[in-house]
């Protein structure tokens, strides 16, 4: 069965020092984690959490979690945590799959060796203050994460053109055994409020949007108390397989493990124009029911409804709309004006176009630090230079 709640991220992330380079891939392609925009409504806590390794490899985990207010809702949960964690669910299998791709365009944009290893889900519940909590969890090691500058680890790189956090979403970043922070751009919440050295993770809280290549964070080695480094205890990932060690796995990956929230995955969607972190909203509930079955059962017998009179344009889907502009516009526009057009966000233009391209209604081409978006037959190699008319 699948969890009407959960969908899976979308990956929109731009890897890449240089600008030009990494402005090709973002907006190019939709992957990863879908499921993101609105979540924050659907959820309590909305995180991704992200450890840093000392081999520059990174533990990226998508984690969500909701009070379960009555034995109803407990129940489903109970049904989808089981399926979940006992089958491979088309959820998981599109995370996995969406994942992998996501790193591997990374990998074409910085020119650096990555890959997508060590993928884990659970769906369980737990108790706090007396309450029933719902959570859902999938992680991934992403090799190859950061870069080795001056004996130092760097992560940012794959944030080019910054990243957005929703409302009630937040990343937090951590520090692996061998390493500790040395410094973090932009500032956000310590949990040793007194030293950042000290602590052992960073947390940004959304609504904020970052600018390029942040937010950034430097590691160096953690020092023990004789002042040398640090190379025992802790996870050890493995660089090449992405695997943890058996005896220091976190007790939580274990089957009868600790809860998460459920509902949706992360996203990260690829773009030239910006790296964006986005959430879309999927509801939580009813779980045993699909989303006609739940929006039927919702309307009262012999309830007359009566909608409120909206024009031809507001019944337009948003791929329509696209569309209409394109034809307007001789079949192809720049991706900036679609979003100068609409009015839109560039996250939402970006993985608007992305579906509309893999549905076959348009096509894009990267022109310089441009996204040419183009209907069937206006294909600037079909129809001349797409800047012609300027």
Known sequence: MEFPGVAVAVLVVGL?????AVAGVVDDRHHAIDGVGAAQESFDRNEVRLTVYENRSARWTFHYERTLSNESERQDFDAFAEEFNSNETQLYLGFRRDSSALV???ANITGREMEATGFARRADVTSSLGNDIGIVEMSFTWTSFGVENAGRTVVGDVFEGGLYLGPQQSLVVSPGPELRFES?????TQSNSSSLPASDSVTWQGEQEFTDNRPQVVFVASQTGDGESS??????????????????TPSFWAG???PMLVGVVGVLVL?????????????FGPYAESGDEAEQAS???GTAITEPAVSDEELLTDEDRVVRMLEANGGRMKQVNIVSETGWSKSKVSMLL???EEEGLISKLRVGRENVISLKGHEPEAAGSPFDDE
């Open 16 to 20: 890449v020092v240089a600008p030009t």
């Open 104 to 106: 591997a365009d990374g």
């Open 184 to 188: 973090v751009e932009p500032s956000g």
């Open 231 to 248: 190379g025992v205890g802790g996870t050890e990932i493995d660089g090449n397989t992405g695997s943890m060690e058996a005896a220091t």
């Open 256 to 258: 009868d493990s600790l």
């Open 271 to 283: 773009g030239g124009a910006a790296t964006v972190w986005y959430l879309r909203r999927e509801a």
């Open 299 to 301: 309307e009262p017998v």
């Open 354 to 356: 992305t579906d509309m």
